[in-house]
């Protein structure tokens, strides 16, 4: 079982910057996919941006050139700047975590509040 710990979120206007951070801890697998996700108040959960271990990443199209997410192996973290922030990067952000093994159960943090002004 891995536990998520998102912290970093909070206000800014439009055109501002936040950075988000996400620490993992328990069972890790070596090889996983680490990776951001959002939901706006009457929307479904979306993809933002993930990241392989190997350093390979995929962003959503409405993020591309605005956020860039890394991650340190060895602390088992993952992070995502998010540069020239727009209301409609409005909504709570979740951390997830999944093994690079079949069937394996992806873990989710608890969720940190993003608030873009206009």
């Known amino acids: 079982q891995v536990q998520l710990v998102e912290s970093g979120g909070g206000l800014v206007q439009a055109g501002g910057s936040l950075r988000l951070s996400c620490a993992a801890s328990g069972s890790i697998f070596r090889i996983n996919t680490m990776g951001w996700y959002r939901q706006a108040p009457g929307k479904q959960r979306e993809l933002v941006a993930r990241?392989?271990?190997?350093?390979?990443?995929n962003y959503a199209d409405s993020v591309k050139g605005r956020f860039t997410i890394s991650r340190d192996n060895a602390k088992n973290t993952v992070s995502l700047q998010m540069n020239s922030l727009k209301p409609e990067d409005t909504a709570v952000y979740y951390c997830?975590?999944?093994?690079?093994?079949?069937?394996?159960?992806?873990?989710w943090g608890q969720g940190t509040q993003v608030t873009v002004s206009s």
């Open positions: 990241i392989i271990s190997d350093g390979s990443t």
């Open positions: 997830n975590y999944r093994a690079a093994v079949a069937g394996s159960v992806a873990s």
